[in-house]
């Protein structure tokens, strides 16, 4: 079993997840209904989460619930991420997806160019 996270693990959880999402605390406070003051005494871990304000946030930032809980989910996704991930999983037939997936793993993307 899982040890217990703390306000303050989840709060800081929280704002390390809101920067990575380039939102201020006025942003993400607007997206789940509650005042900029209310965002900072979650991420100081002054104020408890319910179950579902946790789901709100985690919505509003496009991470897993779970995401506030653990760190090995500390590295989701960046903006930039989950958009390849949602091209990607948008193309239409396997060999596109092959190609893709070939053409990054390729040692020719990681050189500089003119190298």
Known sequence: MGQISTNGEIGARLRAFRKRRGLTQEQLAERIGVTFQQVQQYERGSSRLNAERLQQIASALDIPVGALFDDKDERALTEDEMRLVKG???LSSDEIRSFVLS????PVCSRKAGS
């Open 103 to 106: 053409s990054i793993a390729s």
């Open 88 to 90: 990607y999983r948008s």
